[in-house]
């Protein structure tokens, strides 16, 4: 037998054993020990394998385990205590008696009474010839009591007392008999208690000797009923799991243990499957599955896998057994059928789905995306929701017809040549506005739900699949609420749509009213026409709604526009001609119009105006979408078209065309001022003499012209009048007054002194020939109507447009006859240093207000016209009069009076 050391799991074990040589079960070594059969059944291997213990297999799933009994060993009693025989030495010799140690019976007693078991010893007659403590106190009653008496006096079952009493019987010496029984006992106190009684009998040659060994087993048999109880439960447990399998193999892969209701599955049946191999009566597709994951679990790691068997699915777990000792001893599995799981787990998810496509367009389509980036997100969703091939959102055309906006599952995924009959669908439910069920109502493979945002149809999203059934209510239900979101999304992003056009719209005319506002401010001031038109066209392209600018001024030779000032962009009339001939080809375009008409002209949308045909491939290559062609006009005069360009399309509404327009109105006044200051200020003139006979003829005079009358002075007014300054004959007053009731641009005629001669005042209404004077700067030198026939002599700056003055004169005085065209220079003379003065310092207004005070005889004494009459003359109010009047008095005394400040030296 091996020395080998055991372990402390190990030596308790083998201290159930009493040395005997009485072969126990594994259940009976598990009752003494506090751990389970499966760990004892292991630990009595692992003794004997190290000789410790035998073991034999009785019947056919049973097996004993005994501890061989030492050599010498043939009491009983030392046998129970598992002790060397003290009477012998270690090498087997009789040893000294040690002064009767051994035999002396109270030693003895006091040794059997230490035990933990109950001891009896009977004689013939079956009646107690010696109990120890342990045994008197187990049955409630005094030693005293039971020494002498019938074994039925502690043991009250008639049935254990008979296999007691049968114990007996002869032997032979040193033939030996175990006899094991359990028994209820009844203590007199009432205490109920299980024995387990093991009756030894010995032949001694003489007789037989029988003594017994008792131990109260009532907790170990509670244990094992409970136990038992619990096996039950857990094996009906197993058997009973719904839908799954459990399974038990050992280390040789052999299937121990089978439990469960879908073990038919495979077509085994459990008692097919227990004690046999896994590989040997599973189907090969299935153990290919299930045998790594055992050997992994027999190898100590725990696997899940999800096995199909047919057109079934199991959730599988498996793991390893171990003992009391961290060695796997054997491997269990766990499979669940999941298959309506994962089918409602599907549907779940396909819900799920639809509901997050759903909630992510609702979420897309309020936040405003734009619908094609939306109807993409959709036709995506779709696809990737719905078990349908194809699936897409079709819109109708401008012809009737239908064509693919976006979608998936077709050859060229333009839903023409790759799916006619698609196609029809989505007509049927776009022209009738309702959805569309493909293929049989009940059954249907595809669904086709209109898209009508704002109550119009614009589209229908359709969903297609291969079989009948593709679609079921949940699925048609979802393509109708993706269609109904997308519907709103459109809807919604129109509307947003048009509040962000009218909110740059304002935008626009908030920067245009500032662009105009910065306008007219810049150009006052401006000594020059080019610096004017420059600062035009820059100002406009600061402004954040603008792109470029430019102004042309019109060659009356050439009939062609010439340009004059550009910003934002450089040559952009380099290589082209525009032409403002009516019967121009190719057309000039938007500014020719502006020109010929006199009236601004806007394009909405460059790309598809026809008029900008000869620069279209200027409108793609600066990227504008609309124009604007302002007339730079004053009083009538044309100085050329102011051209503005956007790069938003329909950039210019009504509002935004009536503030624009003004800019026309106001560059045309500011170059009429500074031609009138140019002229002023310039020493070399152009000076015209005209002629024209019968100057009055178109109006219908009822008194002959007589006498003489001039026009010294005309002075301009804020609404387009003009007071015009003049003496006559005596005798030219009736025909005057004849003038001023029959010509509709004589308003009225003041005599401001009877002279002679007399002078007077005319106020007259749109004169043309007095406008065209006064729009160019010029200044009347020398008027005389004599006998009816006009000679006017008028000055200039030199760079005005003579040849548009004379086309003036003669388009409303057809008899017009230039008699000279001169250039002269002016002299300088103080008066000459006045005037130049005077246009430097003085505005507008107070130039008018001072020239007609002087010349409506304001300064006379006594006055010809009071400070009321003048300002009534001029239409102002005589506050405002008096005070344009002070300032200019004050810069004029300043000319003439004001001397320079010398330095002293």
């Given at each position: 037998m091996t020395t080998e050391s055991l372990s402390p799991a190990l030596a308790e074990t083998l201290a159930v054993f009493d040395g005997s040589g009485t072969p126990l079960t594994t259940p009976e070594v598990t009752d003494d020990l506090d751990v389970g059969r499966r760990s004892t059944y292991n630990r009595l291997r692992k003794l004997a394998d190290r000789d410790r213990v035998e073991t034999k297999k009785v019947g056919a799933n049973a097996r004993v385990w005994w501890r061989p009994r030492p050599q010498g060993a043939d009491d009983p009693a030392l046998a129970a205590t598992a002790a060397p025989d003290p009477r012998t030495d270690a090498d087997g010799s009789e040893a000294p008696d040690r002064d009767g140690e051994w035999l002396d019976p109270v030693r003895l007693g006091r040794l059997l009474d230490a035990v933990r078991d109950g001891v009896f010893v009977l004689d013939g007659r079956d009646r107690y010839e010696w109990v120890n403590e342990t045994y008197a106190s187990m049955c409630g009653l005094d030693r005293s009591a039971i020494v002498g008496e019938h074994v039925s006096a502690a043991i009250d079952d008639d049935e254990t007392v008979d296999r007691i009493e049968r114990s007996w019987g002869p032997l032979a010496a040193g033939e030996r008999r175990f006899d094991r029984l359990e028994t209820a006992v009844s203590n007199p106190d009432g205490h109920e208690w299980t024995a387990e009684v093991r009756v030894t009998s010995v032949g001694t040659g003489d007789g037989v000797d029988r003594f017994g060994v008792v131990r109260d087993v009532t907790d170990r048999r509670d244990r094992e009923r409970a136990l038992s109880r619990a096996n039950t439960q857990l094996e009906t447990l197993i058997d009973s799991i719904p839908d799954g399998t459990v399974t038990l193999v050992d280390t040789s892969l052999r299937y121990v243990r089978v439990g469960g209701t879908t073990a038919e599955s495979i077509d085994v049946s459990k008692a097919e499957l227990e004690g046999r191999p896994v590989e040997s009566v599973l189907p090969e597709p299935v153990a290919d599955q299930l045998i790594p994951a055992y050997e992994a679990a027999l190898a100590g790691t725990a696997t899940d896998i999800e096995l199909t068997i047919g057109d079934r699915i199991y959730e599988s777990h498996y793991a390893p057994i171990r003992d009391d000792d961290g060695t796997v001893t054997a491997a269990f599995g766990v499979a669940h059928d999941v298959t309506e799981r994962e089918a409602a787990t599907r549907a779940l998810r396909r819900q799920l789905d639809r509901q997050e496509t759903v909630a992510e367009l609702t979420r897309r389509a309020f936040d405003g995306d734009d619908p094609d980036e939306l109807t993409e997100l959709l036709v995506d969703g779709l696809a990737d929701t719905l078990p349908v091939s194809r699936c897409g959102v079709f819109v109708a055309d401008a012809d009737g017809g239908v064509s693919l906006r976006y979608g998936t599952g077709w050859a060229d995924e333009d839903g023409d040549a790759a799916a006619p009959a698609d196609r029809r669908y989505a007509e049927r439910a776009i022209a009738s506005g309702e959805p569309l069920r493909v293929g049989d109502p009940e059954t249907p493979s595809g669904f086709c739900v209109p898209v009508r945002p704002g109550n119009t149809t614009w589209g229908t999203v359709a969903v297609f699949g291969d079989d009948p059934g593709t679609i079921d209510e949940r699925d048609a239900t979802f393509v109708d609420s993706v269609a109904t979101l997308l519907a709103v999304a459109i809807d919604r992003h129109r509307r947003e749509t048009a509040a962000e056009a009218r909110r740059e719209r304002e935008a626009a005319i908030n920067d245009l009213h500032d662009a105009v506002f910065d306008v007219t401010t810049a150009v006052i001031g401006r000594s020059t026409r080019g610096e004017i038109e420059r600062a035009v066209c820059e100002r406009l392209v600061e402004s954040a709604a603008y792109e470029f600018a430019w102004i042309g001024e019109v060659d009356e030779a050439a009939d062609t526009l010439s340009l004059r000032a550009e910003a934002g962009v450089e040559g952009y009339l380099d290589g082209v001609t525009l032409s403002v001939a009516p019967d121009a080809d190719p057309h000039g375009g938007p500014t020719a119009d502006a020109v010929r008409t006199g009236e601004p002209q806007f394009t909405d949308d460059a790309l598809t105006d026809p008029r900008h045909e000869p620069v279209?491939?200027?409108?793609?290559?600066?990227?504008?979408?609309?124009?604007?062609?302002?007339?730079?006009?004053?009083?009538?005069?044309?100085?050329?078209?102011?051209?503005?360009?956007?790069?938003?399309?329909?950039?210019?509404?009504?509002?935004?065309?009536?503030?624009?327009?003004?800019?026309?109105?106001?560059?045309?006044?500011?170059?009429?001022?500074?031609?009138?200051?140019?002229?002023?200020?310039?020493?070399?003139?152009?000076?015209?003499?005209?002629?024209?006979?019968?100057?009055?003829?178109?109006?219908?005079?009822?008194?002959?012209?007589?006498?003489?009358?001039?026009?010294?002075?005309?002075?301009?007014?804020?609404?387009?009048?003009?007071?015009?300054?003049?003496?006559?004959?005596?005798?030219?007053?009736?025909?005057?007054?004849?003038?001023?009731?029959?010509?509709?641009?004589?308003?009225?005629?003041?005599?401001?002194?009877?002279g002679p001669p007399v002078r007077y005042e005319l106020k007259a209404i749109d004169l043309p020939v007095f406008t065209a004077i006064a729009s160019r700067g010029g200044y009347i030198d020398r008027a005389v109507v004599d006998g009816g026939d006009l000679r006017l002599t008028l000055c200039f700056s030199p760079t005005v447009d003579i040849p548009g003055l004379i086309e003036t004169f003669q388009d409303n005085y057809p008899h017009t006859d230039l008699r000279r065209r001169r250039q002269i220079t002016r002299s300088y003379e103080d008066a000459v240093r006045i005037r130049r003065r005077m246009a430097g310092d003085l505005t507008d207004r107070q130039r008018t207000a001072l020239e007609a005070a002087y010349h409506a005889g304001f300064f006379e004494w006594p006055r010809d016209a009071s400070g009321e009459e003048v300002a009534a003359a001029m239409g102002i109010a005589p506050p405002t009069f008096h005070q344009h009047l002070r300032r200019a008095e004050r810069k004029v005394f300043d000319a003439v009076l004001a001397t320079p400040v010398e330095r002293a030296e």
């Open positions: 279209r491939d200027r409108v793609h290559r600066y990227g504008f979408r609309s124009s604007a062609a302002i007339p730079v006009t004053h009083e009538g005069t044309i100085y050329g078209v102011l051209n503005v360009y956007a790069e938003r399309a329909d950039a210019f509404d009504s509002r935004e065309r009536a503030v624009i327009a003004q800019l026309g109105e106001i560059v045309g006044h500011a170059i009429a001022a500074t031609e009138r200051k140019r002229a002023l200020l310039s020493d070399e003139l152009v000076e015209l003499t005209f002629r024209i006979d019968d100057v009055f003829r178109a109006v219908d005079t009822e008194v002959e012209p007589e006498g003489t009358f001039s026009w010294d002075h005309m002075v301009p007014l804020d609404d387009g009048d003009f007071l015009v300054y003049g003496t006559a004959t005596p005798d030219a007053m009736p025909f005057l007054r004849d003038l001023e009731a029959h010509n509709p641009e004589w308003d009225s005629i003041t005599v401001r002194s009877s």
